[in-house]
């Protein structure tokens, strides 16, 4: 499985975050950084260049402000209800998963 590793020690706003994340991804340049953007690229559309299974780990968020922790685990979550869904609708995962290691 393909891993993903992120850094977000220089991460200062919400967008910092997205757009290491989407540039991760491979995503086109008109990509969207809201959730729900990212859960249709990530589980449901093939608009990524990197597509599934991989994982995404986060390093370094410990100190970030509290909207970028919370827009991460607002993602996370999403991101978990997203692929029970697709198992639910489609019989089959899209093997993405989500860590933050620090």
Same mark, same amino acid.
């Given at each position: 499985? +393909?891993?993903?590793?992120?850094?977000?020690?220089?991460? !200062?706003?919400?967008?910092?975050?997205?757009?290491?994340?989407?540039?991760?991804?491979?995503? $086109?340049? !008109?990509?969207?950084? %809201?959730?729900?953007?990212?859960? =249709?690229?990530?589980?449901?559309? &093939?608009?990524? =260049?990197?597509?599934? $299974?991989?994982?995404? *780990?986060?390093?370094?968020?410990?100190?970030?402000?509290? &909207?970028?922790?919370?827009?991460?685990?607002?993602? +996370?979550?999403?991101?978990?209800?997203? *692929?029970?869904? *697709? +198992?639910? !609708? &489609?019989?089959?995962?899209?093997?993405?998963?989500? &860590?933050?290691? %620090?």
């Amino acid at each position: 499985m +393909r891993l993903i590793e992120l850094d977000g020690k220089n991460w !200062q706003t919400i967008l910092d975050f997205a757009n290491a994340l989407l540039r991760s991804l491979g995503a $086109p340049d !008109q990509h969207g950084a %809201s959730i729900d953007a990212m859960i =249709d690229a990530m589980i449901w559309g &093939e608009v990524n =260049d990197v597509e599934p $299974p991989y994982t995404i *780990r986060l390093v370094n968020t410990a100190g970030l402000p509290k &909207e970028i922790r919370e827009y991460i685990k607002a993602l +996370r979550e999403a991101l978990v209800e997203a *692929r029970a869904n *697709r +198992r639910a !609708q &489609e019989g089959h995962d899209a093997d993405v998963n989500f &860590e933050i290691a %620090s």
